[in-house]
């Protein structure tokens, strides 16, 4: 009997253990510099400033002072059908590259608080044909340079298409609302980059609200200039959404010169 007691608590104690190690969640903090997140069959991991991986299922990233701007970057990774799994809480990014950088992986980013994203040479929020879901009940401003030809949110200047960005739950989404025009084209709010082929699917829908805009001649939501056309766009729930096009643009489709 004393012997059952004595593995049955064994067991439970390993329960327990295995269970902290594979919930392991942590607070990762940009002025320590840039964090990378990484996904696939064997787990998800953490790692920063060229420090080792560490394995981290829910990572929360954020700064101690988000009144200051930084520099430092978040790369999301995935391989297989992996989906990284990653909050933002009240983060403030002036990046020269993407300030976060999905490119072709699989990402759920939860808002929490009030998060500005900005580029001055790549995207806010680089998705290149791969797959990102916003969510959770925070903000998010993103935009980029005036001279700029990336989408604010979605793909860069003549990459083939952006993926699939669906903004859900209670998130707000911003792209900033400059429209200073620069004459020579521009990406889309949310979408594709200039001279893309097209933009991919883009779904908002839950309690989302959704403000977009383009620089100059790309789409509020969907393509930018030379676009060859815009992908499927769907609007549901209770979404609110506000897209603006600029010179000879669609609010929502394709940018100027569009194909179709």
Do not use: C
């Not at 393509?223 to 600029?246: E, H, P, T």
């Amino acid at each position: 009997m004393k012997m059952r007691r004595l593995i049955s608590a064994i067991i439970a104690l390993l329960l327990v253990v295995n269970l902290s190690v594979t919930a392991f969640a942590a607070e990762w903090y940009l002025e320590d510099g840039d964090v990378t997140v990484s996904a696939g069959d064997g787990g998800q991991t953490v790692s920063q400033g060229g420090g080792a991986a560490v394995a981290d299922d829910a990572p929360v990233i954020k700064q101690r002072d988000s009144s200051k701007t930084t520099d430092s970057t978040i790369t999301i990774k995935t391989t297989g059908d992996a989906t990284a799994n990653v909050a933002i809480e009240d983060v403030n990014i002036r990046s020269n590259g993407d300030a976060i950088d999905v490119g072709s992986s699989s990402a759920n980013i939860t808002l929490e608080g009030d998060n500005k994203i900005y580029s001055e040479t790549g995207s806010a929020l680089h998705v290149s044909d791969g797959d990102v879901t916003i969510d959770g009940s925070g903000s998010l401003e993103a935009g980029v340079d005036d001279y700029e030809h990336n989408a604010k949110i979605g793909s860069h200047e003549d990459e083939d298409m952006s993926g699939t960005i669906h903004i859900t739950g209670d998130a707000t989404v911003t792209t900033d609302d400059n429209t200073v025009q620069n004459r020579s084209g521009d990406g889309a709010g949310i979408g594709s980059g200039e001279d893309g082929d097209m933009s991919g699917t883009i779904i908002i829908d839950g309690n989302a609200h959704v403000e977009a805009s383009s620089n100059d001649r790309g789409a509020g939501i969907g393509s930018g200039d030379n676009g060859k056309l815009s992908g499927k766009i769907m609007i549901g729930d209770n979404a609110r959404v506000s897209a603006v096009g600029a010179e000879n643009s669609a609010g929502i489709g394709t940018g100027d010169d569009g194909d179709f």
